[in-house]
């Protein structure tokens, strides 16, 4: 079925997608039906909100969901409340105590629209609450999203679309999904950028497994040829031709050097735990990395030379010496007795040194970098703007509470009817869905 026809430009079909032919079929409804028997009333308002509420599930599926009983809330008057415990209703109707129930003194009662909470049962679906949250460009890509494990409800992972969320659950959806699927999509260029960029990637994986391979099955020669060596019963001297053994100094060297490499990861350890001399921001992430680099150290403590070991060694060692004496204890920064204080400079009248940036320009230079961020192997195109004829059904209903930021959301309750007002979304009046209504009661 082609795009065209499934939004269906000459029998309008108001579809649950942000579509441009969508939009456009919106304007195009007119409230009302034309003149029919009352039968083929029923049944075109029926084909036209289904078109729209759960297109994507079968008709057998709804039916079995749909309820005759819509949930409402009508407002109480607490001053009538108040004033009555509901003593003159029992009273009997001519005592004169039973007075007339008014909602809002002073303004003229509003009339609650039960027909337009027709299809409330499929908001309860997982697709759709994901559609309503703005997660998803239409149900059926919510659909999509949640048959393909990008899902989460409650913290797990939910693989079906038309679960029945109860008030209380949360949702998540994967945040990749969600920026691509409300997203611009990318261009021409930008579609064969990314596919260069992702077949350079396959190809540095591929030769990383076959140098991985190639270095297992050489590991694997080796220990076969030394087990044959073995059994046939190589002496010594043989094993010491072909292994030439290390000389005992350089073995004595390289054990000294791992055992001075341990005794600076100790005095790093000290430094961290002494509470008297506490230990800026600055600082502890350069013990960090120190602590990186002699870990390093260790590690090719068997394959680095001796003389280039002794040469770290002596790096490390003055790198160390330099953190220590830049950490000056703030307890032991005195004054002199005649000396006048100096004042803290402020932000204002801190001038930064030449070459170095301000907190305003590091800011800006970050929030341009954040804007003008371009990643070709994104599936949606980078830097990320909203995609177009968003605006138009960019809501979100009452009963849920959305948090773009983590890309979830939580069912507060089920939707209800108010006083003027429906919770479900719909783009018919409700005169069509009181027809769709009557044609499910099966009274025909």
Not at 119 to 137: G, M
Not at 185 to 198: F, N, S, V, Y
């Amino acid at each position: 079925m082609s795009r065209r026809r499934f939004h269906g430009l000459k029998r309008i079909k108001f579809r649950m997608t942000w579509n441009k032919y969508n939009l456009y079929n919106l304007t195009r409804v007119a409230p009302g039906l034309p003149f029919r028997t009352f039968f083929q009333q029923k049944w075109t308002a029926k084909s036209m909100t289904r078109a729209y509420h759960g297109e994507q599930i079968r008709e057998g599926q709804w039916e079995r969901m749909f309820n005759s009983r819509l949930n409402s809330v009508i407002p109480m008057d607490h001053k009538y409340l108040a004033e009555h415990d509901g003593s003159e209703h029992a009273a009997g109707r001519g005592s004169g105590l039973e007075k007339e129930f008014n909602p809002k003194r002073g303004s003229p009662n509003k009339k609650i629209p039960y027909m337009e909470m027709t299809y409330a049962p499929i908001e309860r679906r997982l697709d759709v609450a994901i559609f309503r949250s703005l997660f998803a460009s239409s149900a059926r890509q919510a659909r999509q999203f949640v048959t393909h494990g990008k899902v989460k409800v409650n913290g797990k992972k939910m693989p079906y679309p038309g679960y029945l969320l109860n008030p209380g659950d949360m949702f998540q959806v994967d945040p990749e999904r969600v920026m691509y699927a409300t997203g611009q999509p990318k261009t021409l260029e930008q579609i064969r950028q990314g596919r260069d960029i992702k077949r350079q990637r396959r190809i540095t994986n591929i030769k990383r497994a076959e140098k991985k391979a190639a270095a297992r099955e050489k590991a694997l020669k080796a220990a076969t040829e030394k087990i044959a060596a073995e059994e046939a019963g190589e002496t010594p001297a043989f094993k010491s031709v072909r292994e030439p053994a290390v000389p005992a100094d350089e073995k004595e060297a390289r054990k000294q050097r791992k055992t001075d490499l341990q005794a600076l990861l100790k005095h790093v350890k000290v430094m961290g735990e002494n509470k008297t001399v506490p230990l800026t921001a600055k600082r502890k992430q350069e013990l960090r990395k120190f602590t990186k680099d002699v870990k390093t150290n260790m590690s090719q403590i068997n394959r680095k030379p001796v003389e280039e070991l002794q040469t770290d060694l002596t790096e490390l060692v003055s790198r160390l010496s330099l953190i220590k004496n830049k950490q000056i204890p703030s307890s032991t920064t005195t004054t002199k007795p005649n000396s006048t204080p100096t004042k803290e400079p402020t932000q204002e009248s801190a001038k930064p040194e030449p070459g170095q940036l301000t907190k305003q320009q590091f800011r800006s230079i970050m929030g341009q970098h954040r804007q003008d961020f371009v990643d070709e192997s994104k599936p949606y195109a980078t830097p990320w703007k909203p995609r177009a004829y968003m605006s138009a059904f960019a809501f979100i209903p009452r009963y849920l509470e959305v948090n773009h930021n983590i890309c979830s959301a939580v069912y507060l309750r089920h939707p209800v009817a108010r006083p003027g007002l429906a919770e479900v979304p719909t783009p018919f009046d409700a005169g069509t869905m009181q027809l769709a209504f009557n044609w499910y009661l099966r009274r025909r």
